[in-house]
């Protein structure tokens, strides 16, 4: 009787292992490896917090059944590249990033899902094959092209009178820099528009020499490449384009709150939060290269008429109607 029943317990025991195993698959945490551009959580707001949002709105709760690991390069190249390498290092369901992170992360790795926000162009820079598949182990959510560029330097032009030279402020340092002169060139070029690029890596000293240079070289107006050093400096910009008497069009509610005369753009802060919806499909099992790059769908144009005024510059009827928001 102690054989038996000693080798119905064996049997009993060893028909229990998959429940087990099983068991410990489903409780096992997903992890998310995220690479920022800033040097912290606070100066990342409010994508940081958008991005936690969106999270929660799935229900994701951080170290409850999520891990969300952050790294904060600073801008910094040589950062970038270290901390995208670490965060590999660590096997995550999933990478994501920014535009210019993006590109560290698709350089560290071929295998990990990699999920990017605000890539101008994803197909250009052959991040992905297609839009509708993109075809590897990236997919994410674009925010600017050849429309966006167009309607932007339009709407200087319905502004500013006689505009006919336009500066772009860029990080040469930053991989879609040339993509976004590239494509307002183009935009602009169809307005009889001219585009000049002026470069600053980052610190205030070469923003301060970049807005001197544009002075001197006549432009009309300015506006900033899209990116995390228009991002962090994104409560300098505006003053310095009102000290130099250049109308600024920003890009992004973020970057225009502190002074630019206009913004046109897609609702970054919704990309953020939709952009945790992408990463949950992914670590439910489906595979980057059959999702769909994104498009933005929803976008903002503000007008601030303090800064109009300070400019002495007015703003037609019908574009304060078709307004978002103005700031009196």
Not at 43 to 57: D, Q, T, W
Not at 157 to 176: C, D, F, H
Not at 178 to 186: F, G, L, N, P
Request: hydrophobic share 45%; charged share 20%.
């Amino acid at each position: 009787m102690r054989r038996r029943e000693f080798i119905v317990s064996l049997a009993a025991s060893a028909a229990a292992w998959p429940l087990v195993a099983r068991a410990q698959q489903v409780q096992k945490i997903p992890k998310v490896g995220y690479l920022w551009h800033a040097a912290s959580a606070k100066e990342e707001n409010p994508y940081y917090g958008a991005v936690i949002e969106g999270f929660a709105r799935l229900g994701y709760v951080n170290g409850r059944n999520i891990v969300l690991e952050h790294r904060f390069p600073n801008e910094k190249p040589e950062l970038f590249a270290g901390m995208a390498a670490e965060l590999v290092a660590m096997n995550p369901e999933v990478l994501m990033g920014g535009s210019v992170a993006s590109f560290y992360l698709n350089a560290a790795t071929k295998t990990i899902p990699i999920v990017f926000m605000f890539v101008p162009d994803p197909v250009g820079m052959k991040l992905v094959n297609s839009l509708a598949r993109p075809g590897g182990n990236i997919t994410g959510l674009s925010n600017f092209g050849l429309d966006i560029a167009g309607k932007r330097v339009q709407l200087l032009k319905e502004i500013v009178p006689g505009l006919s030279r336009l500066a772009m402020l860029i990080n040469s340092n930053q991989q879609t820099a040339s993509m976004y002169v590239e494509v307002t060139r183009k935009a602009a070029r169809d307005l009889g528009v001219t585009v000049d690029a002026f470069d600053a890596l980052g610190s205030r000293k070469e923003l301060d020499d970049a807005f001197d240079a544009m002075t001197k070289a006549g432009m009309q107006a300015v506006i900033p490449a899209q990116g995390g050093t228009a991002f962090q400096w994104r409560a300098i910009i505006p003053r310095l384009a009102i000290e130099h008497r250049l109308p600024l069009c920003a890009f992004s509610r973020e970057t225009f709150e502190d002074g630019a005369l206009i913004s046109y753009g897609p609702d970054q802060v919704a990309l953020c939060v939709r952009s945790a919806a992408l990463a949950d499909k992914i670590i439910k099992g489906e595979k980057p290269a059959d999702i769909p790059v994104e498009q933005p769908t929803k976008f903002e144009f503000l007008v601030n008429l303090r800064t109009a005024r300070a400019l002495g510059l007015t703003v037609p009827a019908g574009m304060l109607i078709a307004a978002n928001e103005v700031v009196e």
